[in-house]
């Protein structure tokens, strides 16, 4: 098909011992209306291309050539010149598009299909239009991709990971094969695989898992920033925070969404010291995936407590005319707060004879430091402010004359308060039980708590803490506390929430807390409720004697024989008796009749000291004779005064 027109193909030779010198031929070509690629020297033969060809158009002629003789006797042959097109390698391989863009998602097995590429050849032979494929990548070291040379079927050669390749960039190739390899061409296509996310990373912590907080730190302050990352994209690698676990005094707040952890409580070092909460970051992916994270929060220690004598009063004797230096006795004091804020320094305050003895202020060993006379002075008492607030001093002023003369004066010492004591309850926790027939306002327990300090500061206001529910309130003065509506056991049956005494300081105020109990005892307050009612049964004529032929059921919700139920006949029966305890109805003689019908009346009453009862209809009837229920009036007509109270007949 690479011929050029007017090139010579072929020439129709006569054979030899046909010819004759003065013989004459003409040739030429029949016409067909096809022919138009073909032309024939008359006179010599020779076949010639007039038009180009296209294999792929034609890829084989047939020609009638005739040739015609002029002597005498004059005669005309027929030659077929079949001639077949050989294939020139002149189209190139061609995608239908300049560029795809595929999406594949990033936990695909090895080997799945992505795409089947198909390029076309115009070529009409074999091997020019045969095509092969081949891949080159632009953008990542390693190819994840291989194609089939053959099909142009892209699959997966390794496992994909969008978290460290998002997309890949390919080109792809077509190339023909045609035997010459400088006469084979190709063709190209752009191919961005994107590689979509699934939900197969959990989140993990960037935080560390240790925080600390001062114990006198605000309610809202900033304790610790929760920090996860999920490689994920879009909702798969959104992570909230949750508490799980180690909160249950609610004492901390994490922000679900900013993982910021506040304080919701006021802290106290001295009752928790330390918190381990167990959070967990999830992401939004469906199946959601997480992480947890032990976080430990330590709280540390400020000097907020004030230190305490083991007892209040300690009594000791020693023996009169002992030289100075005598062991007395050992005074020990603790302090709640923890390391510099709790050591402690011992010393005797000014008073009656307190320059007799000496106090080891780290040991708080009191020894003598003269010798003492029973006779002269047989009781001696030294006192940590709180025991004596005023002093009298006799100061004495006098002159070095001779005689000396001298005067007396006495001043008066008030000591004024600090606020260093907390209010402290009688107990760290009350438990108590009440009824849930109490009316709105009585009076359950009252709590004191008593405050060493001297006016505001020894003053103690009372509250609530925790949720009550809205059933209890605490009398701010005296400490009592009450219910504020009708409580009720079958709703809830316990409460837990925390009283705190503050004192009244102006400037520092003081508090400590007491956990409350309060369990609500049963009381009979609720009928026992059938099942159903009016009950239907229906009893075959043959029915054998001390078969059960019906069941009642009824329910009670309140607690132990409060809520037991027994049943019973209103109207004891010969024919039926019924299990107390079951509710069975059974039959105790041979129904008389196949027309038989009866109406029992059962009773469900609880055990309580005073029972509460419940009444049903059980209908027990034959094939015959089942009948419905039916009012035993059309109409009913009353009157009632206007002014009737609730529950009147």
Do not use: W
Request: aromatic letters at 8%; glycine letters at 4%.
């Amino acid at each position: 098909e690479n011929f050029k027109p007017a090139q010579m193909l072929d020439s129709l030779k006569v054979p030899d011992n046909h010819l004759a010198l003065n013989r004459k031929l003409h040739f030429s070509i029949a016409k067909d209306g096809d022919n138009v690629h073909f032309e024939i020297d008359s006179l010599t033969g020779d076949l010639y291309l007039s038009k180009e060809l296209d294999y792929e158009t034609d890829s084989h002629f047939l020609l009638q050539v005739i040739i015609k003789d002029y002597n005498n006797p004059p005669q005309n042959s027929t030659v077929f010149l079949s001639v077949d097109v050989e294939d020139k390698n002149d189209h190139s391989p061609y995608f239908q598009d300049d560029f795809v863009v595929i999406g594949i998602e990033e936990n695909v097995p090895v080997g799945t299909l992505v795409y089947t590429f198909n390029a076309k050849d115009g070529d009409g032979s074999l091997l020019n239009s045969k095509i092969e494929y081949s891949l080159e990548i632009s953008n990542i070291s390693k190819n994840p991709f291989r194609i089939h040379p053959l099909y142009g079927s892209l699959t997966t050669a390794s496992p994909l990971d969008r978290e460290i390749t998002r997309s890949v960039i390919l080109t792809v190739f077509a190339e023909d094969q045609a035997v010459n390899l400088s006469e084979r061409r190709l063709d190209s296509l752009a191919v961005k695989v994107v590689i979509s996310d699934i939900n197969d990373n959990s989140p993990s912590f960037m935080s560390l898992p240790l925080s600390y907080v001062m114990e006198d730190v605000e309610v809202g302050f900033l304790v610790h920033h929760v920090i996860a990352k999920d490689p994920d994209e879009g909702r798969n690698g959104e992570v909230t925070y949750h508490i799980l676990s180690g909160n249950e005094n609610k004492a901390f707040v994490l922000d679900k969404i900013t993982g910021l952890l506040t304080t919701a409580q006021l802290l106290d070092r001295e009752v928790q010291e330390r918190y381990s909460l167990t959070v967990m970051a999830l992401d939004d992916g469906s199946p959601a995936l997480s992480a947890t994270q032990v976080l430990t929060i330590i709280v540390l220690d400020v000097n907020d407590e004030t230190p305490v004598f083991l007892k209040q009063l300690y009594k000791t004797a020693v023996h009169e005319n002992q030289d100075p230096g005598e062991f007395v006795i050992k005074m020990e004091a603790v302090d709640r707060d923890a390391g510099l804020n709790s050591l402690l320094q011992y010393e005797i305050l000014p008073g009656a004879g307190y320059e007799k003895f000496k106090m080891n202020s780290d040991s708080g060993e009191l020894v003598t430091a003269a010798s003492l006379d029973r006779e002269t002075q047989e009781i001696f008492s030294i006192k940590d402010r709180e025991d004596i607030s005023n002093f009298t001093l006799v100061i004495e002023c006098h002159d070095l004359g001779s005689p000396s003369r001298s005067s007396t004066s006495q001043l008066y010492l008030t000591v004024l308060d600090e606020n260093d004591h907390s209010p402290l309850f009688a107990k760290t926790q009350y438990e108590i039980s009440v009824t849930e027939d109490l009316e709105e306002g009585s009076a359950i327990l009252d709590l004191s708590a008593s405050d060493e300090d001297d006016g505001p500061n020894g003053e103690v206001m009372y509250s609530l803490i925790d949720d009550t529910y809205g059933a209890f309130a605490i009398d701010s003065v005296t400490g009592s506390v009450v219910t504020t509506k009708t409580l009720d056991r079958e709703t809830k049956s316990q409460y837990t929430f925390r009283a705190v005494a503050s004192d009244c300081s102006t400037h520092f105020p003081r508090s400590t807390t007491a956990s409350v109990v309060v369990h609500i005892d049963d009381v009979n307050d609720n009928d026992p409720v059938f099942s159903q009612s009016p009950i239907r049964a229906f009893v075959a004529a043959g029915t054998a004697v001390n078969e059960t032929v019906a069941t009642v059921r009824a329910e009670d919700v309140d607690l132990g024989s409060n809520g037991a139920i027994v049943f019973n006949l209103v109207i004891a029966e010969s024919v039926f008796q019924i299990d107390v305890k079951t509710g069975d109805i059974i039959l105790r003689e041979p129904l008389a009749s196949k027309d038989f019908s009866t109406h029992l009346l059962v009773t469900a009453s609880d055990q309580g000291i005073s029972p509460r009862t419940a009444t049903a209809v059980v209908i027990i009837f034959t094939e015959e004779q089942e009948e419905g229920i039916s009012f035993s009036h059309s109409l009913y007509e009353a009157s009632v005064p206007e002014n009737s109270a609730a529950g009147g007949h």
